[in-house]
């Protein structure tokens, strides 16, 4: 499996019929592809000689790139967990008007935390995303795609866990946290793209623009 998550096993959890795990759980594993991607461009580009002053930015991208994964494994479990409870306060009693109002001030903070959950998660895969760039950069030219790759992988894996973001602010009471939380999203998600174009330009200029559609 992958380190901490037992990836058999998650993607048997993921296929079955039980809502949870979910869309920002499966975007923190897909990312994980990504991670080890990028992961695997830098230990190659450690070895390859004549590329010694890069060194160090190559030996702390492998450092961070490791911690983001474990970070991202972390992130899928809470998810998930995120979930469970929004489903246990929607279990809670409400036959009377002060369980009424605790029943719904339980729901509003799971939802928060089914919020901040993929939001952890989709700032994970923008960091991998900018290493990926960076990648495109200072690593082997023969890597340049598995770079790329990574790109692709870690952006559209951020893209899917604000999905998850989004359909939860739908259930959130509290406006001005709705408000924040949607410009949020729409600067976030201009960051990803933007992070996407560059090392795009960088594929055009080195493999050629009729590789890019």
């Known amino acids: 499996g992958v380190g901490m998550i037992d990836l058999n096993k998650f993607m048997d959890e993921l296929a079955s019929d039980s809502p949870a795990p979910g869309g920002g759980a499966g975007s923190a594993i897909s990312g994980i592809v990504g991670e080890s991607l990028a992961s695997m461009v830098a230990s190659l580009s450690l070895k390859k000689k004549g590329n010694e002053h890069n060194r160090k930015e190559l030996e702390r991208m492998v450092e961070e790139l490791k911690e983001i994964r474990e970070e991202l494994e972390k992130a899928a479990e809470m998810d998930t967990q995120a979930f469970n409870r929004i489903m246990e306060a929607r279990k809670l009693p409400k036959s009377t008007d002060s369980e009424k109002k605790i029943r719904e ?109």
């Open 105 to 213: 001030d339980k729901i509003e903070e799971a939802m928060k935390g089914a919020v901040s959950t993929p939001w952890k998660i989709a700032s994970l895969l923008r960091k991998i995303e900018e290493k990926a760039v960076r990648l495109m950069e200072i690593g082997i030219p023969g890597a340049i795609t598995d770079a790329g790759a990574a790109l692709k992988i870690s952006f559209s894996s951020a893209e899917s866990a604000l999905l998850n973001v989004s359909i939860n602010l739908k259930y959130i009471k509290n406006k001005e946290y709705v408000e924040n939380e949607k410009i949020k999203l729409k600067i976030f998600a201009e960051d990803l793209r933007n992070i996407k174009k560059q090392g795009e330009e960088i594929l055009i200029r080195e493999i050629g623009r009729e590789f890019m559609w």
